[in-house]
Protein backbone atom coordinates (compact mmCIF):
# COMPACT_ATOMS: atom_id res chain seq x y z
CA UNK A 1 0.00 0.00 0.00
CA UNK A 2 2.68 2.57 0.90
CA UNK A 3 5.40 2.53 -1.31
CA UNK A 4 8.53 1.59 0.70
CA UNK A 5 12.27 2.54 -0.73
CA UNK A 6 14.81 0.74 1.67
CA UNK A 7 18.80 2.46 0.47
CA UNK A 8 21.85 0.64 1.57
CA UNK A 9 24.87 3.25 1.56
CA UNK A 10 27.84 4.24 3.41
CA UNK A 11 26.36 7.45 3.52
CA UNK A 12 23.16 7.79 4.92
CA UNK A 13 23.20 11.37 5.91
CA UNK A 14 22.71 11.89 2.50
CA UNK A 15 18.78 10.79 2.24
CA UNK A 16 15.93 12.23 2.18
CA UNK A 17 18.12 15.34 1.03
CA UNK A 18 16.27 17.31 -1.96
CA UNK A 19 12.92 14.28 -1.23
CA UNK A 20 11.98 15.69 1.89
CA UNK A 21 11.02 19.23 -0.13
CA UNK A 22 8.79 19.60 -2.57
CA UNK A 23 6.27 16.89 -4.39
CA UNK A 24 8.04 13.79 -2.93
CA UNK A 25 8.39 16.02 0.59
CA UNK A 26 4.22 16.34 0.36
CA UNK A 27 4.15 12.71 -0.55
CA UNK A 28 6.01 11.34 2.14
CA UNK A 29 3.90 13.13 4.70
CA UNK A 30 0.61 11.74 3.19
CA UNK A 31 1.96 8.53 3.69
CA UNK A 32 2.34 8.00 -0.20
CA UNK A 33 5.45 6.23 0.31
CA UNK A 34 8.47 6.04 3.04
CA UNK A 35 12.23 5.97 2.72
CA UNK A 36 14.60 4.25 5.26
CA UNK A 37 17.96 4.51 4.75
CA UNK A 38 20.53 1.78 6.53
CA UNK A 39 24.52 2.59 6.75
CA UNK A 40 26.19 -0.73 5.26
CA UNK A 41 29.17 -0.06 8.06
CA UNK A 42 26.47 -1.15 10.43
CA UNK A 43 26.86 -4.81 9.50
CA UNK A 44 30.79 -4.49 9.91
CA UNK A 45 32.02 -6.82 12.49
CA UNK A 46 36.00 -5.54 12.46
CA UNK A 47 36.93 -2.85 14.75
CA UNK A 48 37.75 -0.77 11.67
CA UNK A 49 33.90 -1.33 10.67
CA UNK A 50 35.81 -2.49 6.90
CA UNK A 51 33.21 -3.04 4.18
CA UNK A 52 36.03 -3.06 1.29
CA UNK A 53 39.31 -5.05 0.33
CA UNK A 54 42.03 -5.18 -2.97
CA UNK A 55 40.71 -6.78 -5.88
CA UNK A 56 41.82 -9.62 -6.49
CA UNK A 57 43.99 -9.85 -9.87
CA UNK A 58 45.16 -6.59 -8.67
CA UNK A 59 44.59 -2.76 -10.17
CA UNK A 60 43.45 0.93 -8.57
CA UNK A 61 41.11 1.23 -6.05
CA UNK A 62 38.85 -1.09 -3.48
CA UNK A 63 35.91 -3.63 -3.87
CA UNK A 64 33.20 -3.97 -1.84
CA UNK A 65 33.29 -7.04 -0.21
CA UNK A 66 30.27 -9.69 -0.71
CA UNK A 67 29.82 -11.11 2.94
CA UNK A 68 29.39 -7.54 4.11
CA UNK A 69 27.05 -6.60 1.11
CA UNK A 70 24.83 -9.89 1.89
CA UNK A 71 24.46 -9.62 5.16
CA UNK A 72 23.44 -5.87 4.41
CA UNK A 73 20.74 -6.56 1.98
CA UNK A 74 19.07 -9.79 3.36
CA UNK A 75 17.01 -8.26 6.05
CA UNK A 76 15.25 -6.18 3.56
CA UNK A 77 14.55 -8.13 0.14
CA UNK A 78 11.25 -8.62 0.80
CA UNK A 79 10.20 -9.67 -2.81
CA UNK A 80 10.76 -5.91 -3.51
CA UNK A 81 13.27 -5.45 -6.72
CA UNK A 82 16.55 -4.96 -5.53
CA UNK A 83 18.87 -2.07 -7.75
CA UNK A 84 22.25 -1.33 -7.82
CA UNK A 85 23.11 1.78 -8.80
CA UNK A 86 26.23 2.08 -11.04
CA UNK A 87 27.97 3.40 -14.05
CA UNK A 88 27.61 0.02 -15.76
CA UNK A 89 24.01 -0.40 -14.99
CA UNK A 90 21.46 -0.14 -17.98
CA UNK A 91 20.28 3.57 -18.67
CA UNK A 92 17.68 4.30 -16.39
CA UNK A 93 14.53 5.11 -18.74
CA UNK A 94 10.51 6.28 -18.13
CA UNK A 95 9.59 2.40 -18.73
CA UNK A 96 11.67 1.12 -16.04
CA UNK A 97 10.68 4.20 -13.38
CA UNK A 98 6.69 3.52 -14.48
CA UNK A 99 7.41 -0.29 -13.48
CA UNK A 100 9.09 0.12 -10.55
CA UNK A 101 6.19 2.67 -9.64
CA UNK A 102 3.62 0.12 -10.41
CA UNK A 103 5.47 -2.29 -7.76
CA UNK A 104 6.07 -2.46 -3.76
CA UNK A 105 8.75 -0.14 -3.64
CA UNK A 106 12.88 -0.70 -4.10
CA UNK A 107 15.94 -2.19 -2.41
CA UNK A 108 18.33 -0.05 -3.31
CA UNK A 109 22.48 -0.16 -2.90
CA UNK A 110 24.68 2.83 -3.46
CA UNK A 111 28.32 1.99 -4.43
CA UNK A 112 31.21 3.81 -3.17
CA UNK A 113 34.90 2.79 -4.27
CA UNK A 114 35.43 0.79 -7.57
CA UNK A 115 32.33 -1.28 -7.23
CA UNK A 116 30.96 -4.59 -5.47
CA UNK A 117 31.80 -7.86 -5.86
CA UNK A 118 30.24 -9.66 -8.74
CA UNK A 119 28.92 -12.87 -7.11
CA UNK A 120 26.78 -11.20 -4.30
CA UNK A 121 25.06 -9.72 -8.02
CA UNK A 122 24.41 -12.80 -9.06
CA UNK A 123 23.30 -14.19 -5.87
CA UNK A 124 21.01 -11.56 -4.57
CA UNK A 125 19.88 -11.33 -7.53
CA UNK A 126 20.63 -7.17 -8.30
CA UNK A 127 19.43 -4.62 -10.99
CA UNK A 128 22.32 -3.15 -12.10
CA UNK A 129 21.13 0.48 -13.45
CA UNK A 130 23.11 4.15 -14.08
CA UNK A 131 21.39 7.47 -14.83
CA UNK A 132 23.49 8.21 -17.70
CA UNK A 133 27.00 8.54 -19.17
CA UNK A 134 28.88 10.51 -17.11
CA UNK A 135 30.81 10.05 -13.48
CA UNK A 136 29.57 10.64 -10.31
CA UNK A 137 31.28 10.38 -7.26
CA UNK A 138 28.99 7.45 -5.89
CA UNK A 139 25.55 5.91 -6.30
CA UNK A 140 23.68 8.28 -3.86
CA UNK A 141 22.84 11.07 -5.95
CA UNK A 142 21.90 8.44 -8.47
CA UNK A 143 19.55 6.75 -5.71
CA UNK A 144 17.93 10.25 -5.74
CA UNK A 145 16.92 10.65 -8.95
CA UNK A 146 15.99 7.24 -9.46
CA UNK A 147 13.33 7.86 -6.43
CA UNK A 148 12.12 11.23 -6.97
CA UNK A 149 11.16 9.71 -10.63
CA UNK A 150 9.48 6.79 -8.92
CA UNK A 151 7.39 9.50 -6.58
CA UNK A 152 6.08 11.54 -8.65
CA UNK A 153 4.57 8.93 -10.46
CA UNK A 154 2.55 7.10 -7.42
CA UNK A 155 -1.02 7.72 -7.18
CA UNK A 156 -1.96 10.70 -5.40
CA UNK A 157 1.14 12.57 -6.19
CA UNK A 158 0.59 14.54 -9.07
CA UNK A 159 -3.11 13.81 -10.23
CA UNK A 160 -4.03 13.37 -13.22
CA UNK A 161 -1.99 15.96 -15.21
CA UNK A 162 0.77 13.94 -14.67
CA UNK A 163 -0.05 10.85 -15.99
CA UNK A 164 -1.31 12.70 -19.52
CA UNK A 165 2.40 14.80 -19.46
CA UNK A 166 4.24 11.30 -19.33
CA UNK A 167 2.24 9.69 -22.24
CA UNK A 168 3.61 12.64 -24.31
CA UNK A 169 7.13 12.56 -23.06
CA UNK A 170 6.88 8.57 -23.98
CA UNK A 171 5.49 9.41 -27.18
CA UNK A 172 9.02 10.85 -27.70
CA UNK A 173 9.15 14.40 -28.25
CA UNK A 174 10.85 17.18 -26.45
CA UNK A 175 8.74 20.17 -25.14
CA UNK A 176 8.08 22.96 -27.34
CA UNK A 177 8.71 26.83 -25.77
CA UNK A 178 6.80 28.29 -23.71
CA UNK A 179 5.73 32.20 -22.91
CA UNK A 180 3.57 34.51 -20.43
CA UNK A 181 3.44 38.06 -20.02
CA UNK A 182 4.88 40.65 -20.79
CA UNK A 183 4.18 39.85 -24.95
CA UNK A 184 6.69 42.13 -25.43
CA UNK A 185 10.16 41.73 -23.01
CA UNK A 186 12.99 43.85 -23.48
CA UNK A 187 11.90 44.06 -26.99
CA UNK A 188 11.25 40.03 -27.63
CA UNK A 189 8.00 39.62 -28.24
CA UNK A 190 5.65 36.40 -28.07
CA UNK A 191 5.30 34.23 -31.41
CA UNK A 192 2.11 36.19 -33.02
CA UNK A 193 0.70 32.59 -33.70
CA UNK A 194 0.17 32.44 -29.33
CA UNK A 195 -1.93 35.94 -29.20
CA UNK A 196 -4.45 35.28 -32.57
CA UNK A 197 -6.63 33.10 -30.42
CA UNK A 198 -6.82 30.18 -33.05
CA UNK A 199 -6.55 27.28 -30.58
CA UNK A 200 -5.68 24.39 -33.93
CA UNK A 201 -3.32 27.15 -35.42
CA UNK A 202 -1.61 27.08 -31.75
CA UNK A 203 -1.87 22.96 -31.17
CA UNK A 204 -0.11 22.51 -35.19
CA UNK A 205 2.55 25.33 -34.55
CA UNK A 206 3.25 23.40 -30.68
CA UNK A 207 3.70 20.42 -32.72
CA UNK A 208 5.85 21.22 -35.43
CA UNK A 209 8.15 23.23 -32.56
CA UNK A 210 8.49 19.78 -30.32
CA UNK A 211 9.46 18.46 -33.84
CA UNK A 212 12.04 20.62 -34.65
CA UNK A 213 13.51 20.73 -31.09
CA UNK A 214 13.79 17.14 -30.68
CA UNK A 215 15.31 16.37 -34.44
CA UNK A 216 17.81 19.09 -33.53
CA UNK A 217 19.00 18.22 -30.13
CA UNK A 218 17.91 14.26 -30.12
CA UNK A 219 18.07 12.73 -33.17
CA UNK A 220 18.13 9.22 -30.86
CA UNK A 221 14.73 9.87 -30.03
CA UNK A 222 13.50 11.46 -33.28
CA UNK A 223 14.43 8.24 -35.10
CA UNK A 224 12.78 6.12 -32.24
CA UNK A 225 9.84 8.23 -32.44
CA UNK A 226 9.82 7.85 -36.31
CA UNK A 227 10.01 4.63 -36.41
CA UNK A 228 6.50 3.94 -34.64
CA UNK A 229 4.81 6.69 -36.28
CA UNK A 230 5.71 5.85 -39.85
CA UNK A 231 3.31 4.03 -42.05
CA UNK A 232 3.91 0.55 -43.07
CA UNK A 233 4.90 1.28 -46.65
CA UNK A 234 7.51 3.92 -45.61
CA UNK A 235 8.91 1.49 -42.86
CA UNK A 236 9.48 -1.01 -45.64
CA UNK A 237 11.13 1.44 -47.72
CA UNK A 238 13.36 2.56 -44.80
CA UNK A 239 14.32 -1.07 -44.09
CA UNK A 240 15.46 -2.06 -47.56
C1 LIG B 1 37.47 3.90 -13.10
C2 LIG B 1 36.17 3.46 -13.67
N1 LIG B 1 35.03 4.20 -13.13
C3 LIG B 1 33.83 3.91 -13.98
C4 LIG B 1 33.53 5.04 -14.92
C5 LIG B 1 34.76 3.76 -11.77
C6 LIG B 1 33.65 4.42 -11.07
C7 LIG B 1 33.39 5.77 -11.22
C8 LIG B 1 32.35 6.37 -10.50
C9 LIG B 1 32.85 3.68 -10.24
C10 LIG B 1 31.82 4.28 -9.52
C11 LIG B 1 31.57 5.62 -9.67
C12 LIG B 1 30.48 6.26 -8.90
N2 LIG B 1 29.24 6.34 -9.67
C13 LIG B 1 28.17 5.66 -9.34
O1 LIG B 1 28.20 4.95 -8.35
C14 LIG B 1 26.99 5.72 -10.18
C15 LIG B 1 26.75 6.40 -11.41
C16 LIG B 1 27.57 7.26 -12.22
O2 LIG B 1 28.73 7.59 -11.91
N3 LIG B 1 27.03 7.74 -13.37
C17 LIG B 1 25.77 7.45 -13.78
N4 LIG B 1 24.98 6.65 -13.07
C18 LIG B 1 25.48 6.14 -11.91
S1 LIG B 1 24.64 5.12 -10.90
C19 LIG B 1 25.88 4.99 -9.82
Request: hydrophobic share 40%; aromatic share 6%; charged share 20%.
Given at each position: ?10 FP ?33 D ?45 L ?10 G ?87 P ?27 P ?21
Amino acid sequence: MTWHASVLTLFPEMFPGPLAHSLAGRAHNDGIWRLDAHDIRAVAQDRHRTVDDTPFGGGAGMVMRPDILDAALAPHQDGRPTIYLTPRGRPLTQRVVAELAAGPGAVLLCGRYEGIDQRVIEARGLMEISVGDYVLSGGEPACLVLLDACVRLLPGVVGAAASVEDESFSHGLLEYPHYTRPADWQGRRVPDILLSGNHAAIASWRVAQSEKITRERRPDLWAARASHHAPAVAQAAGAA
